[in-house]
């Protein structure tokens, strides 16, 4: 077979085989299809169909077609991302600021310091720990990783649950906005490369000049216009953020949070968004899947991703408990928005990968925290549900 011809072989079974498995298993209750194609390529990872079938595997994702697979991963999260970052809108939040500050604050650092704990004691073993990365990056990046709330599928879980538009589902919106944010600024953080400073510091002062150039010149064409110019504008900023060691994905969010939503049709944007992880997001998870390992035993990276999850849920539950005694919330209401604020899935995973790529974490590590996103996420809608049922 050709390279095209299996490259396509790939595609169908990217695109197929996840949504056989969905439609005909109906697991759109507890887990939407996004959860179902990251669980696939899981699977279809060097870790159960490499290790299951290593011929077969060797044969389909031989290298120029992971090239070809990669390329268009790299484009998709860019889009996710950037989406993402364009679909903010923190002026609810900041006429709100007392509740949201404190709700964002307790759901973002209380889990973050519980996972930190349980990175403290997975770095007590070899194997979890990058060779590029000092203890306070794997421990911090670990905590934050378990502190992520994933904005994108928020959205469409509380869709699917009939409360995104409602008041409840707004104020969890506003509340995730505000940690969306806090990821990035700790990612950046953590990447912060002392012997590249001054590139870094070229590039916020750079950034800074032309994205107030941008704003001018999307307000002064038309809507249509803005469209053409949103991937050009995407592909400059990612270019000019990886040249300075800060990663084209951090580039490709602040390229959309720096720009209106309102600017564009919200029905088109939807509509894109729905697109995006249609046609282009199921090959970044496959790109996922592939860098899934086991290097440090099956039953260590599941143990690890048992450990985390605890963390994850419970540190999310605990700082959203704390601000409801705080703000004196409705009994019950604080356990119904922790169990939501802790959905992660997409965005965990795009920020696992960065730390995966600058050799933070190593790729059992990355293998724990894509297990512990996907469960957490697979939690969600059957802990909410009833309780909205009975609210």
């Known amino acids: ?135 306070w990056q ?60 001054g590139r870094q510091a070229m590039f916020l002062i750079g950034f800074a000049l032309v994205a107030w150039a941008m704003r001018r010149l999307m307000r002064a064409i038309d809507e249509r216009d803005r469209w053409y110019a949103l991937p050009i504008w995407l592909a400059a900023c990612g270019l000019a953020a990886d040249w300075a060691g800060i990663h084209y994905m951090v580039g490709a969010f602040l390229a959309g949070a720096v720009l209106d939503g309102h600017w564009f049709d919200q029905r088109r944007m939807d ?17 996922t899947g592939l860098r899934t390992q086991w290097d440090v035993g099956g039953i260590a990276v599941f143990a690890a991703a048992g450990l985390l999850l605890v963390a994850s849920v419970g540190g999310k539950l605990a700082g959203v408990a704390l601000a409801g005694r705080i703000l004196g919330w409705a009994k019950g209401e604080a356990l119904t928005i922790g169990w939501l604020l802790q959905t992660k899935a997409l965005i965990m995973i795009v920020f696992a990968n960065i730390l995966l790529d600058r050799q933070i974490i190593t790729s059992a590590t990355f293998t724990a925290l894509l297990l512990m996103a996907v469960a957490s996420t697979m939690l969600t809608v059957p802990m909410v549900a009833p309780r909205l049922r009975r609210a």
């Open 271 to 287: 509509e894109f968004r729905d697109t995006l992880l249609l046609v282009l997001m199921p090959v970044f998870f496959l790109s």
């Open 1 to 135: 077979m050709t390279t095209t011809e299996i490259f396509l072989l790939a595609m169908l079974l990217i695109f197929g085989a996840p949504f056989l498995v969905w439609r005909l298993l109906r697991t759109d209750y507890w887990a939407p299809l996004v959860v179902v194609q990251i669980v696939g390529g899981i699977l279809l990872g060097p870790g159960v169909l490499g290790a299951a079938f290593p011929d077969y595997y060797a044969f389909v994702f031989r290298a120029d077609v992971i090239a070809a697979l990669n390329g268009i991963a790299w484009w998709a999260v860019m889009l996710f991302v950037f989406v993402a970052g364009l679909e903010l809108d923190l002026s609810q939040a900041w006429r709100q600021r007392r509740e949201t500050g404190v709700t964002a604050g307790l759901a973002l650092v209380v889990p973050l310091l519980a996972g930190a704990a349980a990175a403290a004691v997975m770095l007590r073993f070899p194997g979890w720990a990058g060779p590029a990365a000092a203890a």
């Open 138 to 197: 794997v421990v911090l990046g670990i905590g934050m990783a378990c502190a992520v709330t994933a904005l994108p599928i928020l959205v469409l879980l509380m869709d699917k649950l009939a409360i995104l538009r409602a008041p409840l589902g707004q104020r969890i919106l506003r509340y995730a906005s505000l940690d969306d944010i806090a990821i990035w600024g700790v990612l950046a953080l953590i990447l912060l490369d002392w012997e590249r400073v």
